[in-house]
């Protein structure tokens, strides 16, 4: 599958920011310096071979959004190396880059960074995981259906039949679509989106 390098910016509802603060939290980046040693002098490396390429994905699973990515900064402590993603990314990090290019994989915050091959290996199971994890946070948290509503260009208040859902739904396909110029993560989001109204709907009747 392929990735749009700045689709993520495109689909996320009120741009980047909002992303970057549900990625990494608050409170997460203090600590996971401090746990990486970033607050001990360092040395900054440039990015080299295959970090200086556009070979990872960074999957947000909380919002569902992938988006392909390059290393931005590296550095070399006496623990190892941790690296931070390229701009719009750079909020993303300092992780164990060690640990990313043996394991395909590392954590931040509520952010995956994955190798391409690891992300082609892994993605159903990782998009399952966290679907699941959104329905049920959906059920726990009164989902309003807000953030999905202003995706699909639907009115933010009121009740929303099936047939209005449906008829957003149509009409962004016909740009969403990847046989239409669009993409399979756009047209994926504008269908969890659609789903995600019509359960509301369906609970509420």
């Known amino acids: ?19 970057r603060r549900r990625c990494i939290g608050p409170e997460a980046a203090q600590p996971l310096r401090a746990f ?18 556009e070979g990872w994905v ?7 959004v992938a988006d392909k990515v390059t290393i931005g900064q590296i550095e070399q402590h006496e623990s190892g190396r941790t690296a931070c993603l390229a701009p719009p990314y750079d909020a993303v990090g300092p992780f164990n880059l060690d ?5 395909g994989r590392v954590a931040f915050g509520a952010c995956l960074v994955l190798s ?3 992300w ?6 990782l998009r399952a995981e966290a679907l699941k994890k959104r329905r049920a946070a959906m059920l726990m948290n009164s989902y309003d259906g807000q953030e999905h509503r202003e995706l699909l260009k639907l009115p933010l208040e009121g009740e929303l039949l099936p047939s209005e859902i449906n008829a957003a739904f149509r009409r962004l396909a016909k740009k969403a679509h990847p046989d239409a110029g669009g993409s399979n993560e756009e047209y994926r989001l504008i269908s969890e ?5 019509i359960e509301q709907y369906e609970n509420a009747s």
């Open 99 to 103: 640990e990313l290019e043996k394991e």
């Open 1 to 19: 599958m392929m990735l749009k390098p700045n689709f993520l910016a495109k689909t996320t509802l009120s741009g980047l920011r909002p992303w």
């Open 116 to 118: 391409l091959q690891k």
């Open 193 to 197: 989106a659609r789903d995600a109204l």
């Open 58 to 64: 960074v999957y947000n699973g909380s919002l569902g």
């Open 120 to 125: 082609a290996e892994i993605q159903d199971e």
């Open 36 to 53: 990486y040693g970033i607050l001990a002098p360092a040395r900054v490396l440039k990015a080299r071979g295959m970090t200086n390429t």
